[in-house]
């Protein structure tokens, strides 16, 4: 009898550990890539520094996403996206020689836990469009069911090497070049991100046939860019998420969970 409790207690305890496995490894959605298309809608997300919304405010949009860089370090995925974090936008380069030392780290990590990815190039006003789009191609991979990258376009007035401020008109055909060579390589016309200062000063709006993303971290960007369509609005730069520890920038998408899943389409 001893014997017999023994052998079953042997066969709950393998049972038990069997299903801590299955549980622990990755759903089958997430090994074949298509777990990034399902996500928690409408997340909320704590604030450093919050904003009392006046009107229409982020908690409107129910897909919500993130960008990240080096300075967010380790990065916990698998909470990012349980907590309900969409998307990610992962800082890969700047300028024609500079890459994130942590963008390979965050690209496998999102990617890994299911998180739909997107790589930015942060714009040099020093270097020709032509060479920092090349040096955005080197070290970002093009893959089916990425996003489409981004090119971030403001004023940096802290660089140590660079403060020039090119004139409106060399702004957007600069611009313009480094959106086409990459819309030639990856297959999609990138985004741009900006600033509320960026964008009155260059006139950068005018782009054609290309989306915007917009920071805007005290009102709607209805208010901020009178008339502007936008895709991904940044609404913090002091946002909480699970699975990062310190502040991260926040944004939403445009559309609805329905749409979000078929964009771009």
Not at 24 to 37: I, K, N, R, T
Not at 91 to 113: I, M, N, S, V
């Amino acid at each position: 009898m001893r014997r017999l409790i023994l052998v079953m207690m042997v066969l709950g305890l393998a049972a038990a550990c069997g299903k801590r496995d299955r549980a622990s490894a990755p759903s089958p959605a997430l090994q074949s890539g298509e777990a990034h298309m399902s996500f928690l809608p409408s997340p909320k997300f704590g604030d450093l520094d919050p904003v009392d919304w006046q009107g229409r405010g982020p908690s409107a949009y129910p897909v919500h996403g993130i960008d990240v860089a080096r300075y967010q370090g380790d990065i916990d995925w698998r909470r990012v996206r349980s907590g309900g974090i969409a998307f990610a936008y992962i800082k890969a380069t700047e300028g024609g020689d500079y890459l994130d030392p942590k963008f390979r780290d965050h690209w496998r990590g999102a990617g890994r836990a299911g998180v739909r990815r997107g790589a930015y190039h942060f714009y040099y006003f020093c270097r020709p469009a032509e060479e920092q789009a090349r040096w955005f191609i080197r070290n970002v991979p093009a893959g089916a069911g990425e996003l489409p990258p981004v090119l971030d376009l403001e004023w940096n007035h802290t660089s140590p090497t660079c403060k020039k401020r090119p004139p409106a008109n060399i702004v957007r055909a600069e611009a313009r070049k480094f959106l086409n060579i990459l819309e030639r390589h990856y297959g999609q016309r990138p985004i741009v991100y900006t600033t509320p200062d960026f964008y009155r000063t260059t006139g950068i709006g005018r782009l054609r046939g290309t989306q915007f993303w917009l920071r805007s971290v005290a009102a709607h960007p209805g208010k901020v860019y009178p008339g502007k369509s936008w895709t991904f609005w940044q609404y913090t730069g002091t946002g909480v998420v699970p699975g990062i520890e310190g502040p991260v920038d926040i944004n939403v998408f445009a559309g609805s969970p329905d749409q979000f899943r078929s964009w771009p389409g």
